[in-house]
């Protein structure tokens, strides 16, 4: 098919990232790529491994693939940009280390060998992690983190998503395609149901009982952690497509702003909101869940981010009243 305007492309097109982002660059119309002009946009293929929400799948701008990503890339072909989201989330890694492997890192090397081929170097935004970052047992305890901070990852999935930063970073120094790596902090809230990310539960405390349904917060209610949300997580990952090379700079992977909360204050934020919703909420720590979430850092200085205008939510309460009005 021959395409008018800019292609793009968006693994894990069917999960609610990758579908926030479809919606988005379809009310534009228009995207802009590595310090660009805005350029309209012809046609946005969504991969993953089901299909995306029926309206989106029906839009006439939007192309499908379903199947694992080695299936479908040969029928991807040309591309100006790819939004990686595409993986498998930390605590199914964790569990699963081949699944894990395969999906965080090989597949990922599959889609950057396939824009390696390609004469248009396109841009593409690979979303990491803040889970790079860990509690290393052997040195002192994290504390705030930089821009110039040493990752140290103290799970599967982190290691994972670490390598995949650098194999990024070279195809890049490479010339081989023009990478930005951001790495996402933990998304709340998440509409939907749960998932296999130990982060899992700073949703569900908050869509559950919103829902009138109970959850469960397997970690201590003063436990500090880092959160964005949908839309500010959003903002992000188009910042990093739109970017200069200037404006960008080194090719190592930017923090994007987080706010610091705890499950006691997101707690509080959901009873300002739904007075007595806190009720349905179970406090029962999960060893499991808390060895991991435990050695996340919760406090972030994101000046790269910061200098791209990002900026984190002013408050938690701010984030429920989005999920409340606008379930992304």
């Known amino acids: 098919m021959n395409v008018q305007g800019v292609k793009v492309a968006i693994t894990g097109g069917a999960g609610f990232l990758g579908e926030g982002l479809a919606r988005r660059l379809i009310t534009a119309g228009v995207v802009v790529l590595d310090g660009g002009d805005p350029a309209p946009i012809g046609e946005i293929v969504l991969l993953d491994v089901r299909s995306p929400a029926s309206d989106l799948a029906a839009d006439p701008l939007v192309r499908t693939l379903v199947g694992g990503l080695d299936e479908t890339l040969p029928a991807l072909g040309d591309v100006d940009a790819v939004f990686h989201l595409a993986g498998v989330v930390s605590s199914a890694a964790e569990a699963d280390f081949d699944l894990g492997m395969s999906t965080n890192v ?10 390696r081929g390609l004469a248009s170097s396109p841009v593409v935004v690979f979303t990491s992690s803040l889970a790079v970052f860990g509690q290393d047992p052997a040195g002192p305890p994290v504390g705030e983190i930089h821009d110039d901070s040493l990752p140290r990852p103290q799970s599967s999935y982190g290691v994972q998503k670490f390598v995949g ?14 990478g930005r790596s951001v790495r996402l902090m933990t998304v ?39 959160l964005s949300s949908p839309s500010r997580t959003l903002d992000g990952i188009l910042r990093a ?14 923090n994007l702003p987080a706010l610091t909360t705890t499950p006691r204050d997101m707690v509080r934020a959901l009873d ?8 349905l909420i179970d406090w029962d720590v999960d060893p499991s869940i808390m060895s991991i979430v435990s050695t996340w850092p919760a406090r972030l200085v994101t000046e790269r981010a910061e200098g791209l205008g990002l900026r984190p939510a002013a408050s938690f309460g701010e984030i429920v009243r989005e999920y409340v009005d606008s379930p992304l």
Do not use: K, M
Request: hydrophobic letters at 40%; proline letters at 9%.
């Open 241 to 254: 497509a739109s970017a200069s090379g200037e404006e960008w700079g080194s090719a190592t992977a930017v």
């Open 188 to 226: 709340s809230v998440r509409p939907g149901v749960p998932n296999a990310a130990a982060s899992s539960f700073l949703s569900g405390i908050i869509r559950e009982p919103l829902a009138g349904l109970r959850s469960t917060c397997p970690v201590p209610p003063d436990l500090p952690v880092a």
């Open 165 to 178: 930063e650098q194999f990024v970073a070279d195809y890049t120094r490479r010339g081989y395609l023009r």
């Open 272 to 279: 300002s909101v739904a007075p007595g919703a806190s009720a």
């Open 106 to 115: 090989h597949a990922l090397i599959s889609l950057l060998d396939h824009a």
